[in-house]
T-cell receptor, first 114, second 111 residues
Framework: EPEVTQTPSHQVTQMGQEVILRCVPISNHLYFYWYRQILGQKVEFLVSFYNNEISEKSEIFDDQFSVERPDGSNFTLKIRSTKLEDSAMYFC????????????FGEGSRLTVL | DQQVKQNSPSLSVQEGRISILNCDYTNSMFDYFLWYKKYPAEGPTFLISISSIKDKNEDGRFTVFLNKSAKHLSLHIVPSQPGDSAVYFCAASRQGDKLIFGTGTRLQVFP
Protein backbone atom coordinates (compact mmCIF):
# COMPACT_ATOMS: atom_id res chain seq x y z
CA GLU A 1 0.00 0.00 0.00
CA PRO A 2 1.44 3.39 -0.95
CA GLU A 3 2.44 5.58 1.97
CA VAL A 4 3.84 8.97 2.85
CA THR A 5 7.43 8.71 4.06
CA GLN A 6 9.27 11.25 6.18
CA THR A 7 12.91 11.78 7.10
CA PRO A 8 14.50 12.15 9.54
CA SER A 9 12.42 10.39 12.16
CA HIS A 10 14.10 12.43 14.87
CA GLN A 11 16.33 15.49 14.70
CA VAL A 12 17.99 17.31 17.57
CA THR A 13 19.27 20.79 16.85
CA GLN A 14 20.54 23.85 18.63
CA MET A 15 18.40 26.97 18.84
CA GLY A 16 19.07 29.24 15.88
CA GLN A 17 20.08 26.45 13.52
CA GLU A 18 18.36 25.70 10.23
CA VAL A 19 16.43 22.47 9.88
CA ILE A 20 15.02 20.76 6.79
CA LEU A 21 12.39 18.07 7.15
CA ARG A 22 11.75 15.91 4.12
CA CYS A 23 8.67 14.12 2.89
CA VAL A 24 7.88 11.89 -0.08
CA PRO A 25 4.11 12.06 -0.65
CA ILE A 26 2.11 9.33 -2.35
CA SER A 27 3.02 9.49 -6.02
CA ASN A 28 -0.33 10.39 -7.63
CA HIS A 29 -1.30 12.89 -4.95
CA LEU A 30 -1.56 16.55 -5.84
CA TYR A 31 -2.14 18.31 -2.52
CA PHE A 32 0.51 18.43 0.18
CA TYR A 33 0.41 19.57 3.76
CA TRP A 34 2.52 20.05 6.85
CA TYR A 35 0.99 19.74 10.29
CA ARG A 36 2.64 19.72 13.67
CA GLN A 37 1.81 18.42 17.13
CA ILE A 38 3.47 19.88 20.19
CA LEU A 39 3.66 17.24 22.90
CA GLY A 40 0.28 16.72 24.54
CA GLN A 41 -1.51 19.17 22.26
CA LYS A 42 -3.65 18.85 19.17
CA VAL A 43 -2.49 18.42 15.61
CA GLU A 44 -2.20 21.89 14.06
CA PHE A 45 -2.26 22.91 10.42
CA LEU A 46 0.85 24.71 9.15
CA VAL A 47 0.64 24.96 5.38
CA SER A 48 -0.95 23.51 2.27
CA PHE A 49 0.73 23.32 -1.13
CA TYR A 50 -0.72 22.72 -4.56
CA ASN A 51 0.52 23.26 -8.09
CA ASN A 52 3.95 24.32 -6.84
CA GLU A 53 2.73 27.08 -4.60
CA ILE A 54 1.39 27.64 -1.13
CA SER A 55 -2.41 27.58 -1.16
CA GLU A 56 -2.91 28.39 2.51
CA LYS A 57 -0.80 28.92 5.61
CA SER A 58 -1.57 29.33 9.28
CA GLU A 59 -0.42 32.02 11.70
CA ILE A 60 2.22 29.60 12.93
CA PHE A 61 3.82 29.51 9.47
CA ASP A 62 5.75 32.76 9.73
CA ASP A 63 8.78 33.99 7.80
CA GLN A 64 11.00 31.43 9.50
CA PHE A 65 9.18 28.64 7.67
CA SER A 66 9.27 27.74 4.00
CA VAL A 67 8.23 24.81 1.85
CA GLU A 68 9.23 23.63 -1.55
CA ARG A 69 8.92 20.70 -3.90
CA PRO A 70 12.33 20.77 -5.52
CA ASP A 71 12.22 17.71 -7.73
CA GLY A 72 8.63 16.59 -8.22
CA SER A 73 8.78 13.91 -5.54
CA ASN A 74 10.16 15.41 -2.33
CA PHE A 75 8.23 17.98 -0.33
CA THR A 76 10.35 19.81 2.23
CA LEU A 77 9.72 22.02 5.23
CA LYS A 78 12.54 24.36 6.19
CA ILE A 79 12.80 26.22 9.47
CA ARG A 80 15.43 28.92 9.04
CA SER A 81 16.32 29.71 12.63
CA THR A 82 14.80 27.29 15.08
CA LYS A 83 13.36 28.34 18.42
CA LEU A 84 12.72 26.24 21.51
CA GLU A 85 8.98 26.40 20.84
CA ASP A 86 9.48 24.75 17.43
CA SER A 87 10.06 21.47 19.24
CA ALA A 88 7.23 19.25 18.05
CA MET A 89 6.29 16.30 15.89
CA TYR A 90 5.96 17.44 12.28
CA PHE A 91 3.63 15.48 10.03
CA CYS A 92 3.56 15.59 6.27
CA UNK A 93 0.30 14.66 4.56
CA UNK A 94 -0.97 14.35 1.02
CA UNK A 95 -4.24 13.98 -0.79
CA UNK A 96 -5.22 13.04 -4.31
CA UNK A 97 -7.93 15.72 -4.34
CA UNK A 98 -9.54 18.15 -1.94
CA UNK A 99 -13.06 16.80 -2.15
CA UNK A 100 -13.20 14.72 0.99
CA UNK A 101 -10.48 16.19 3.15
CA UNK A 102 -9.16 12.68 3.74
CA UNK A 103 -5.43 13.10 4.19
CA UNK A 104 -2.77 10.43 4.28
CA PHE A 105 -0.17 11.18 6.93
CA GLY A 106 3.44 10.17 7.28
CA GLU A 107 4.83 8.82 10.53
CA GLY A 108 6.23 12.19 11.49
CA SER A 109 9.58 13.81 12.19
CA ARG A 110 10.29 14.65 15.79
CA LEU A 111 12.18 17.92 16.12
CA THR A 112 13.90 18.72 19.40
CA VAL A 113 15.37 22.21 19.74
CA LEU A 114 17.86 22.66 22.59
CA ASP B 1 -10.14 29.48 18.64
CA GLN B 2 -11.22 25.91 19.24
CA GLN B 3 -13.53 25.16 16.35
CA VAL B 4 -13.42 21.42 17.04
CA LYS B 5 -13.60 20.17 20.60
CA GLN B 6 -13.25 16.79 22.20
CA ASN B 7 -14.16 17.29 25.81
CA SER B 8 -13.17 13.87 27.07
CA PRO B 9 -9.38 13.50 27.18
CA SER B 10 -9.65 9.80 27.96
CA LEU B 11 -12.05 6.89 27.91
CA SER B 12 -11.67 3.41 29.34
CA VAL B 13 -13.86 0.58 28.04
CA GLN B 14 -13.96 -3.15 28.59
CA GLU B 15 -13.26 -5.41 25.63
CA GLY B 16 -16.43 -6.37 23.81
CA ARG B 17 -18.38 -3.34 24.95
CA ILE B 18 -19.22 -0.21 22.97
CA SER B 19 -16.85 2.77 22.88
CA ILE B 20 -18.46 6.14 22.22
CA LEU B 21 -16.21 9.07 21.45
CA ASN B 22 -17.72 12.53 21.17
CA CYS B 23 -16.85 15.67 19.27
CA ASP B 24 -18.43 19.12 19.06
CA TYR B 25 -17.79 21.83 16.52
CA THR B 26 -18.66 25.49 16.28
CA ASN B 27 -18.28 26.35 12.59
CA SER B 28 -21.51 25.61 10.71
CA MET B 29 -19.61 25.90 7.40
CA PHE B 30 -17.83 22.60 7.96
CA ASP B 31 -19.13 20.09 5.43
CA TYR B 32 -16.95 17.05 6.04
CA PHE B 33 -16.04 15.35 9.28
CA LEU B 34 -13.42 12.70 9.84
CA TRP B 35 -12.06 10.50 12.59
CA TYR B 36 -8.40 9.65 12.77
CA LYS B 37 -6.69 7.12 14.98
CA LYS B 38 -3.16 7.69 16.25
CA TYR B 39 -0.73 5.32 17.90
CA PRO B 40 2.34 6.71 19.72
CA ALA B 41 5.20 7.66 17.40
CA GLU B 42 3.04 7.22 14.32
CA GLY B 43 1.10 9.60 12.12
CA PRO B 44 -2.69 9.87 12.26
CA THR B 45 -4.47 7.16 10.27
CA PHE B 46 -7.80 7.83 8.63
CA LEU B 47 -10.61 5.79 10.14
CA ILE B 48 -13.99 6.94 8.90
CA SER B 49 -15.68 10.08 7.63
CA ILE B 50 -19.09 11.58 7.06
CA SER B 51 -20.42 14.27 4.79
CA SER B 52 -22.66 16.95 6.25
CA ILE B 53 -25.53 15.74 4.05
CA LYS B 54 -25.66 12.46 5.95
CA ASP B 55 -26.37 11.64 9.57
CA LYS B 56 -24.76 8.23 9.77
CA ASN B 57 -21.94 6.31 8.15
CA GLU B 58 -20.98 2.78 9.03
CA ASP B 59 -17.84 0.79 8.26
CA GLY B 60 -17.58 -2.55 9.99
CA ARG B 61 -17.26 -2.03 13.73
CA PHE B 62 -17.09 1.76 13.32
CA THR B 63 -20.08 4.06 12.96
CA VAL B 64 -20.05 7.83 12.89
CA PHE B 65 -23.18 9.81 13.73
CA LEU B 66 -23.66 13.46 12.85
CA ASN B 67 -26.19 15.77 14.49
CA LYS B 68 -25.95 19.01 12.55
CA SER B 69 -28.46 20.91 14.64
CA ALA B 70 -26.42 20.18 17.77
CA LYS B 71 -23.09 20.53 15.93
CA HIS B 72 -22.10 17.21 17.40
CA LEU B 73 -20.67 14.00 16.06
CA SER B 74 -19.77 10.74 17.69
CA LEU B 75 -17.80 7.65 16.83
CA HIS B 76 -19.12 4.30 18.00
CA ILE B 77 -16.86 1.27 18.10
CA VAL B 78 -18.60 -2.01 18.75
CA PRO B 79 -17.39 -4.43 19.87
CA SER B 80 -14.28 -2.71 21.24
CA GLN B 81 -11.02 -4.61 21.00
CA PRO B 82 -7.68 -4.12 22.80
CA GLY B 83 -6.11 -3.15 19.47
CA ASP B 84 -8.44 -0.16 19.33
CA SER B 85 -6.49 1.42 22.19
CA ALA B 86 -5.11 4.65 20.71
CA VAL B 87 -5.76 8.38 20.59
CA TYR B 88 -8.75 9.29 18.43
CA PHE B 89 -8.90 12.68 16.77
CA CYS B 90 -12.02 14.25 15.37
CA ALA B 91 -11.38 16.58 12.40
CA ALA B 92 -13.48 18.83 10.23
CA SER B 93 -13.01 20.57 6.91
CA ARG B 94 -14.83 23.04 4.70
CA GLN B 95 -14.94 22.30 0.98
CA GLY B 96 -11.90 20.05 1.20
CA ASP B 97 -9.85 22.77 2.85
CA LYS B 98 -7.34 22.11 5.64
CA LEU B 99 -8.37 19.79 8.44
CA ILE B 100 -9.11 21.31 11.83
CA PHE B 101 -8.41 18.76 14.53
CA GLY B 102 -9.79 18.33 18.00
CA THR B 103 -7.55 17.73 20.99
CA GLY B 104 -8.02 13.97 20.92
CA THR B 105 -9.46 11.31 23.21
CA ARG B 106 -7.26 8.52 24.48
CA LEU B 107 -9.19 5.26 24.34
CA GLN B 108 -8.06 2.33 26.41
CA VAL B 109 -9.75 -1.01 25.90
CA PHE B 110 -9.01 -3.45 28.68
CA PRO B 111 -9.62 -7.22 28.72
Amino acid sequence: EPEVTQTPSHQVTQMGQEVILRCVPISNHLYFYWYRQILGQKVEFLVSFYNNEISEKSEIFDDQFSVERPDGSNFTLKIRSTKLEDSAMYFCASNVDRGTGELFFGEGSRLTVL
Amino acid sequence: DQQVKQNSPSLSVQEGRISILNCDYTNSMFDYFLWYKKYPAEGPTFLISISSIKDKNEDGRFTVFLNKSAKHLSLHIVPSQPGDSAVYFCAASRQGDKLIFGTGTRLQVFP
